[in-house]
Structure formats: structure tokens, C-alpha cells
């Protein structure tokens, strides 16, 4: 071989080195999360209204932040209007909380109004909703306590919303949400409506509102606001006034053509519904950024059961022993998709932005019990995540934005 060749081998062997050395490895260590906000807070709450036995502690892998430069307050970013965090407790419905606080802030930004929406009373009539499908499919939808952002939007479309202050679902001498009772019941009577292949709409209809009214109680017809007795409709209509077809679902997934609309195939999307825009993932972050950095707030869901998460510091990254942060492209994103590493978990409402070192974080405010485990010191991060923009980048999977907070990538779609 000439010496040219080996003087080129040696060089870019030199150049593997110097960069592998350059390039930071991140550390992991076992957590045990027997002090969290949920056993602690949640749990012994439910515990004293119905005389349950304590959560176990659990030991996770997670990565050590140690001498990271993260975010570590809300104080840092630069956020938009909205409600303060609620706890959706015991429940499996952050798709609720998440759509319905975004659309608060939505209100906000459209009229400067301040709301407080009902979350429960949409989960009633979606539970009903899927109830009817259910019947519809002979059983083979999904039955479960899950649902997409646009569950919302469908539900309001259909039933309109209400405030908090007419309808919140708690009984008397509960603090938290609990839905573990309810829901069991509720799928043991469609499994045995399967079973015993008895797809009466209207018998099953009623058994299931019996059921959501012994737990929630029933929701009301009418409301009262500024002295005028209006429908939930009305409400929505002339109080809210928001447009709801003018919010759109956005995806990146190589699985479906960009600059079409698809469907997100997971059980929450329990309906089919296709009417989700699938972008690049160059244009699916760029609208993110934009959107927010021009005050448009989003509904946002992806995988949240990561290693780079760590409750205790509200911080959401993705670890080098997972993927190096320059190769997470979505080719990254898809695989993890595709084999299932990455699920459609929760459900969350991104309300702000820092920008630190050329790189963005975005603020999270959550409704499950996991942002809650924040230490006294630093109580003004409770109910909050920093996310860093990898984390959305490779793991948070749809969003709900206005469209016209993406105006410019909506002309690419074609009909």
C-alpha cells in the first residue's frame, strides 16, 4: 500500500478517536421512587377515602444528572398564559387535562378571558362515546380509559363543554380523582356485553351512564354564567367562542407520506381517526418552536417512560446510552416507533421556551403525578417538566396547535 493510503487511514483513525473522545457519555444509576408524589400524596389520599393498602416503592433506571446544565425553574422561560397545574389523580385521562388546559390558554390568547373548563365532563361523555363504538364494532375498538387531543374536539363539537365550577366528577370527601373502581367495572360490563354478544345500543347506553353517575355523578344540561342560563353548547358558542376546526393534528412518522393527512395508529386513538398531518420532522420542530416563541401554546403526547427522565428534577433528556444526540433523526424516531420502544403515553401542555447555549427547552406543565415530586426548595417547579428539545425531538409523537401557528407548512398538503 503507498504512503499516502496509510497516512489517510491513520488520519481518519485519529479523527474516530479525537471525536469519540470529545463526545460526552452520559451515566445512569438505580432511583428507588419510594417518596413520590403519587404513593405519598395521591394514593393516601384515595387510601383514607376507601381503605386501600400503600404502593410499594419501585427502583428504576435513570439517568444521573450530576454536574448537567440544565434548566432548574419555571422563573427561566419565557411562557404564555395559563391555568395553574391541576392532579388528575388515579385516572388515565391526560389526554383530557392536557387538551382542555390548552384550550384555556387558547380562550386567553383569542379573547384574553380567563376559564376554568370542566375536564370530568368531557370524560363522561367520551366513556359514552366510546360505549356506542364499542357496540358499533361488535367489540373490537379499543375500551379503555385513553384518548387522543382530539377526543376534545370531538366531544365539545358534539356535547359543548362547561366550567369546572358546575361539574368537577369528585364525590363528597374525595381530594383526588380515582378512577381504578370505575373503569374496572365499566370493562368487566363491556366484556360481558361481548360476551353474551347482547349489542343492544340503548341498554347498554343506560347501564354505562348508571355507572359513570354512581362514580362521578351525572353532568348538567344547563349552566349558569353571568346571570344567563345557557346549554353546554351555548356555552362553547357564544362564551368560549373558539372555532374548533381551526386546530389541527400534526405527526412525523416515514411510515406514512409527508404532507398528507394519516392515521396515528395507536389503542388511544380508539376511533381511527385520519385526520392527523404528517410533516417532516424538520418541519414538525420548527413548528413547535415557532409556535410557541409567537405564543401559540400546544397540546402535546409522546413516551414518557424514558431513562432521561427524572422526576425530582422536572427534567426530560435524552441520554448519550440511548442515542447520541446528533444521530437522533427520523430514521431514530420511526425505529422506535416501529418496535415499540417508543409509546403514545401521556398526554401534556407545552407553555413555554429557554433558550440556553443555542438550545431550547420547552416548559411542560403536567397533570400527572410524576412533575409533583419536586423537593420544598424548589416548589415553584410543581406540576412542571423542562423538556430539551432531543426529548421532543425522538420521543413526543403528535401535538394539537392552531393552524395558524403553521400556516406556511399547511400550503405543502395536498387534498
Not at 354478544?197 to 353532568?219: F, Q, R
Amino acid at each position: 500500500m503507498k504512503k499516502t493510503g496509510l497516512l489517510l487511514i491513520a488520519i481518519l483513525a485519529g479523527a474516530t478517536v479525537f471525536g469519540q473522545a470529545l463526545q460526552k457519555k452520559d451515566k445512569a444509576v438505580f432511583k428507588y421512587y419510594n417518596t413520590s408524589y403519587y404513593q405519598n400524596t395521591i394514593m393516601k389520599s384515595i387510601d383514607a377515602y376507601e381503605t386501600k393498602t400503600d404502593t410499594p416503592s419501585t427502583k428504576r433506571f435513570k439517568i444521573d444528572l450530576t454536574g448537567m446544565d440544565i434548566p432548574t425553574s419555571v422563573d427561566q422561560f419565557t411562557k404564555f398564559w395559563f391555568q395553574p397545574p391541576i392532579s388528575q389523580g388515579n385516572t388515565g385521562t391526560c389526554w383530557c387535562f392536557s387538551t382542555t388546559s390548552f384550550f384555556e390558554s387558547e380562550v386567553y390568547r383569542l379573547s384574553k378571558k380567563e376559564v376554568k373548563l370542566s375536564e370530568m365532563y368531557t370524560v363522561y361523555w367520551e366513556y359514552i362515546e366510546k360505549a356506542k363504538g364499542y357496540v358499533k364494532s361488535r367489540g373490537t375498538t379499543e375500551f379503555s380509559e385513553g384518548s387522543e387531543a382530539n377526543a376534545v374536539t370531538r366531544i365539545w363539537n358534539t356535547y359543548g363543554i362547561i366550567p369546572e365550577a358546575d361539574y368537577n366528577g369528585l364525590l363528597k370527601g374525595q381530594t383526588f380523582y380515582n378512577h381504578a373502581k370505575m373503569f374496572d367495572e365499566l370493562d368487566t360490563y363491556m366484556k360481558s356485553v361481548k360476551t353474551a354478544n347482547a349489542w343492544n345500543e340503548a341498554d347498554v347506553i343506560a347501564t354505562v351512564k348508571s355507572i359513570l353517575n354512581s362514580y362521578m355523578g351525572e353532568p348538567p344540561t344547563k349552566v349558569t354564567v353571568a346571570g344567563k342560563e345557557m346549554s353546554p353548547q351555548d356555552y362553547l358558542k357564544n362564551e368560549l367562542k373558539l372555532v374548533l376546526d381551526d386546530y389541527v393534528d400534526v405527526t412525523s412518522l416515514m411510515q406514512n407520506p409527508y404532507n398528507k393527512t394519516c392515521e396515528y395508529v395507536v389503542p388511544d386513538n380508539w376511533n381511527h381517526n385520519a385526520d392527523y398531518y404528517n410533516v417532516s420532522l424538520d418541519d414538525y420542530m420548527s413548528i413547535i418552536k415557532s409556535a410557541i416563541k409567537n405564543g401559540y401554546t400546544l397540546a402535546i403526547g409522546g413516551d414518557v417512560s424514558e431513562a432521561g427522565i427524572d422526576s425530582y428534577a422536572n427534567t426530560a433528556v435524552v441520554p448519550s446510552f440511548d442515542i447520541p444526540s446528533t444521530y437522533i433523526d427520523e430514521n431514530a424516531r420511526q425505529f422506535r416507533f416501529s418496535n415499540g420502544t417508543t409509546t403514545d403515553d401521556h398526554g401534556i401542555h407545552l407553555v413555554g421556551y429557554y433558550v440556553k447555549d443555542g438550545n431550547t427547552w420547552y416548559l411542560i406543565k403536567d397533570s400527572g403525578s410524576g412533575s409533583r415530586n419536586t423537593t420544598v426548595k424548589n416548589k415553584q417547579n410543581f406540576g412542571f417538566w423542562f423538556y430539551s428539545e432531543d426529548f421532543v425531538k425522538l420521543k413526543m409523537m403528535d401535538f394539537m396547535v392552531h393552524k395558524d401557528a403553521m400556516k406556511d407548512v399547511l400550503k405543502k398538503f395536498t387534498k
